[in-house]
């Protein structure tokens, strides 16, 4: 057996977290302990010659070589959150669900895995992926590279009653919203930004035409996730509600929120905050009669339309 062959064997061992004793190694393949020493030297050397994320250390205690990584590892307890996080998001479908948490846990040694499979092993047995079944992680990693680059391209799109057609977008971020990844992206068409829900993208390609949009009117993510709700797309307005559930839940949905009084006679919170319109109203009119908006008058008028419209679907099925 050649020193090439037993030093792979040793590298490899080294890689799966083995503890490695010099004079065990030699009595295995044979040879002295001063050949074993060479080997070490080589694996050592070759480490650093490729700029590996390792070092090669010798433990006291254990009696033997180890492999130590020199990069920030992921702990098992931040693993398990990202885990969690995926599975409650059922945006993957279960082909790129299962290759990403398997990533994740290779980062782990083997006893920590161990640890983390009967934690998640219940919630991904009864995984329900969305129904698109589209893969992503190629797409929003593309998309991203676009966004970088500010690249112009052409889509094919199909909307939400089925119809296909090709859109010039530039893209500008990608949020992910209630189960969906949206590229938001500058449109040729409607000469306005627009969201695109990543899996009915199904095609793509640079576009001939090219948009260019200043540093100014670019969309910033952080900031979009401030106002939007639902990914619905409208005007931005600032508004009043009196609320009279729990107010940390209205205050976790709109970021921008504040309370301006609370009355704990009435269990009442008068809370303002900036919002896009369309979302916000969807929100609102799903808290029923725990909400009341106040102002301002157009955004009342939009409510009491909203609910005159679904009263009248409700009185014509009783006439």
Known sequence: ????????????????????????????????????????????????????????????????????????????QTVLLLIKILLASRSLNKTELNATIASLLSTLAHTEQAEVQPIIKNELFYYQPLRHQQDLIALIWQLSRFIAHQTTIDIDYRNS?????????????????????????????YQDNRYFRLDRIFNYHLSKQKIHRSRAEHV?????????????????????????????????????????TAKSTSHTALI????????????????????????????????RESLAKTLKLYSSEMS
Do not use: C
Not at 56 to 64: D, E, F
Not at 173 to 184: A, G, K, L, R
Not at 240 to 252: C, I, N, P, R, T
């Open 1 to 76: 057996m050649n020193s090439a062959y037993r030093q792979l064997y040793i590298f490899q061992s080294l890689l799966t977290n083995h503890i490695l004793n010099k004079s065990h190694l030699a009595d295995h393949f044979d040879v002295t302990e001063r050949a074993i020493q060479r080997d070490f030297s080589q694996i050592k050397q070759f480490i650093f010659d490729q700029q590996l994320p390792y070092q090669l250390t010798y433990s006291r205690k254990q009696s033997g070589y180890q492999l130590t990584t020199t990069q920030e590892q992921l702990s098992k």
């Open 272 to 303: 303002e905050t900036e919002v896009v319109d369309n979302g916000a109203i969807m929100w609102l009119l799903s808290q029923g009669p725990l909400v009341k908006v106040v102002s301002p008058a157009s955004f009342v008028q939009q409510i």
């Open 161 to 189: 009653k089925n119809h296909t057609e090709t859109r010039t977008i530039l893209p500008q971020t990608i949020i992910f919203s209630e189960y969906y990844f949206y590229v938001v992206a500058y449109s040729a068409k």
């Open 220 to 260: 910033s993510g952080g900031q979009l996730r401030q106002v939007v709700q639902f990914m619905q797309p409208g005007e931005k307005v600032t508004i009043q509600f009196k609320f009279s559930g729990v107010v940390e839940a209205a205050l976790d949905r709109f970021p921008t929120a504040r309370v301006i």
